[in-house]
């Protein structure tokens, strides 16, 4: 069946400092890719998506490439900010449902 | 309303005790879509409307749990005779297209604790 294994965590970093987050799915058909983001005490927010083999998401300095060849969809940001911390979740879909990774929790420290 | 409202944000219930969650979606959002998430763990589906129609229940963990969405808008997931492994984060989340291939809008979620 479907699903997303992601990159366990936590993880920290100094601001500045570059992070990926690893993220590989199985899917039958053609699946889109999405990062979800939690910030404490609220609820998931849609950080980017990609539709397609080859297209990258984007949003707020994150990016991620959806590769078929490698079934990947890593999450990287090449300066991240204290305000980043937060846990990050890979997601497959669309469908009925989406199949989300365990998260990956985050803290930049200043 | 401006985003995906639920309600009530914590919930303590008693073991044995029925308890009844709400989630408020986007004005015009065909699709609405509850999901559990564990502690430490990422959201799972539990089941999925289209309107009024329930098209999937099939994460539904066992009979206790019952969801409707009657006039195709507000939605309610009730959960008979509490157990303690009920205990969760219940996400709703809604979307204007059918399958949600734009990415959904989440509440904030219901924390029920069964103690």
């Known amino acids: 069946g479907d699903s997303v294994t992601q990159m366990e965590g936590p993880v920290t970093l100094s601001e500045e400092a570059f992070l990926t987050i690893n993220c590989t799915y199985t899917a039958t058909g053609y699946p889109s890719l999405f990062w979800y983001v939690q910030y404490p005490g609220e609820g998931l927010q849609l950080l980017l998506k990609a539709t397609k083999a080859d297209d990258k998401g984007s949003n707020k300095g994150f990016e991620a490439t959806y590769r078929k060849e490698t079934t990947s969809f890593h999450l990287e940001k090449g300066s991240v900010q204290v305000s980043d911390s937060a846990v990050y979740f890979c997601?497959?879909?669309?469908?009925?449902?989406?199949?989300f990774g365990t998260g990956t929790s985050l803290t930049v420290i200043p | 309303g401006a985003g995906v409202s639920q309600s009530p944000r914590y919930k303590v219930a008693k073991r044995g005790q029925d308890v009844a969650l709400r989630c408020d979606p986007i004005?015009?959002?065909?699709?609405l879509f509850w999901y559990q998430q564990a502690l430490g763990q990422g959201p799972e589906f539990l089941t999925y409307f289209q309107n009024e129609a329930q098209l999937d229940k099939s994460g539904l963990p066992s009979d206790r749990f019952f969801a409707e969405r009657p006039e195709g808008s507000v939605s309610t997931l009730k959960i008979q005779r509490t157990q303690q492994e009920d205990s969760a984060v219940y996400l709703c989340?809604?979307?204007?297209?059918?399958?949600?291939?734009?990415?959904?809008?989440f509440g904030s979620g219901t924390r029920l604790t069964v103690v």
């Open positions: 989340a809604s979307s204007l297209d059918p399958t949600g291939v734009g990415g959904y809008t």
């Open positions: 004005s015009g959002h065909v699709s």
């Open positions: 997601a497959l879909g669309p469908g009925n449902q989406f199949y």
